[in-house]
């Protein structure tokens, strides 16, 4: 069975077709190769921030993978033989493109520039010798088109003129696989279209087993950690990974990379994970129930693995003080109940509402510092305290989904180092965060059963041929 499949996200034909077999690679390559890809993976990850949905909260599959774009992007532009015969094209008869805005007299002229921090498109184009008319016109063709409230620095523009400075073409790179092109037409209208590079997915496997020493914090190291952040996601329900993991437990996953021109630009989707050790064999399949629109991660007996209410409100994380009615105050040193859960976590670090709900309180608190408290459904409330700041744009009355982040772990209040202090209270009392027990949201629907049975046999058959033996540090816990 192949496991490539091609994404043609282009408005251009595509033209590069390839095949690979993950599995049969993996398989040939052995544990020790096991180790080294990983090794790999992750340091590819380094600088990119993806799987996102699991940091920023969204969820859906085309913001990851937007995303997954966009975290690629550097200030190169697109090399598809189609962009190069157009480049070369639109070059002849302009004596030279150049430096960054570093305009060149001449019959025609062509300026390429970078996004500055701080810049707006009205701002660049200002820069580059532009009138309010001629940029109003510009911006205006190209708002259907690209978001220009999300330009970011570092990505690249060029502008070309005809002799009478009149604006021809304005191409925006908005990341490697994605360009937005206003062009004047005949007619002397600028027309933006978005142009997407085509980019292959390949379905490609992974697997090792830990080691059980302590793996650096991921976050101080400058690794990404997509894809351990999905593992302690998908298995929630069943696996606490700040205690449960164990050398020699095994995990296993499917995974989609998505590959431009043979560069590896980001994750898709994980297709299927498993993870076995002395708390038994669990496993997680990404699946799309007829007639829904969204694909989600149910377990093996098709019950959903997508949680309403986190036990953790935070990525990673190490609890450094639970749950304790009785615990002598470090700061105030007496008797004073600690009513909630402290994970210590570096400063800055996002913090997630546990579930859905809305924003009752916000701001200073005196020992709470400053301290976030959102209401959800059935009497609950949580409070996050010792912030260091709050998420811009919410405020008292906004709606949050569960892993929308509020805020960033600080150490404001009465608090010994940066932690982020989360309590839970039910019908306005304080209860064990760490006891509560989690709802699980709709599983596969009955009548589909068998259909998810079909389709996910084949992942289990996959993900058993995945050698796992290859030691590795635990990822999944975070020495802080
Ligand atoms: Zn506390």
Same mark, same amino acid.
């Given at each position: 069975m192949s496991r490539t499949k091609k994404r043609n996200r282009s408005t251009q034909s595509s033209k590069r077709r390839s095949t690979r077999r993950a599995h049969s690679e993996s398989r040939s390559h052995g544990s020790h190769r096991g180790t080294l890809r990983l090794g790999v993976v992750i340091a590819i990850l380094v600088g990119i921030n993806l799987y996102v949905f699991l940091w920023r909260g969204e969820t859906s599959i085309p913001a990851v993978m937007e995303k997954a774009s966009v975290a690629g992007n550097g200030n190169g532009a697109l090399v598809d033989s189609h962009e190069q015969e157009r480049l070369a094209q639109a070059q002849r008869g302009v004596s030279n493109t150049l430096g960054t805005g570093t305009p060149v007299q001449s019959a025609t002229r062509a300026v390429s520039g970078e996004v500055a921090s701080g810049d707006s498109m009205g701002r660049i184009l200002r820069r580059e010798g532009m009138d309010a008319k001629a940029a109003d016109e510009l911006i205006r063709a190209l708002s259907p088109s690209l978001d220009l409230s999300k330009i970011r620095p570092g990505q690249t523009f060029t502008l070309r003129f005809d002799a009478g400075g009149v604006l021809q073409e304005f191409e925006f790179h908005v990341s490697k696989v994605r360009r937005v092109r206003a062009t004047r037409g005949a007619d002397g209208k600028l027309v933006a279209e978005q142009l997407d590079a085509s980019t292959e997915l390949r379905e490609e496997s992974l697997g090792g087993q830990i080691e059980g020493s302590l793996y650096r914090s991921l976050q101080r190291a400058g690794e990404d950690t997509d894809l351990v952040s999905f593992f302690v996601d998908v298995f929630a329900y069943d696996l606490n990974f700040y205690v449960d993991t164990h050398p020699n437990d095994a995990y296993r996953m499917i995974v989609e990379k998505e590959y431009l021109d043979g560069e590896f630009i980001g994750y898709g989707r994980v297709l299927a994970a498993e993870y076995s050790g002395k708390s038994g064999t669990h496993r997680a399949f990404w699946w799309q129930q007829p007639g829904s629109k969204v694909g989600k991660y149910f377990g =093996?007996?098709?019950?959903? %693995? =997508?949680?309403?209410?986190?036990?953790?409100?935070?990525k990673f994380a190490r609890v450094s003080s639970g749950f304790n009615p009785k615990r002598m105050h470090p700061v105030l040193h007496v008797e004073k109940g600690h009513w909630g859960t402290d994970y210590a976590a570096p400063p800055g670090t996002p913090i997630w509402s546990a579930a859905p709900g809305r924003i009752t309180f916000r701001g200073r608190r005196g020992g709470a510092g400053n301290c976030v408290i959102v209401k959800h459904e059935n009497n609950l409330q949580t409070i996050y305290m010792h912030m260091k700041g709050f998420k811009k744009?919410?405020? %008292?009355?906004s709606r949050v989904r569960a892993k929308d982040v509020i805020g960033y772990v600080g150490s404001t209040g009465l608090a010994t180092g940066p932690h982020l202090h989360f309590g839970v209270k039910k019908n306005g009392h304080y209860i064990d965060p760490q006891k509560m027990k989690m709802t699980r949201g709709a599983g596969v629907a009955k009548k589909h059963m068998s259909r998810f049975r079909e389709d996910t046999r084949k992942l289990v058959a996959a993900l058993a041929e995945i050698p796992a033996e290859a030691a590795i540090r635990n990822p999944f816990v975070v020495e802080l």
């Open positions: =093996e007996s098709g019950q959903s %693995v =997508e949680k309403t209410f986190l036990k953790t409100p935070l744009g919410q405020k %008292v009355g």
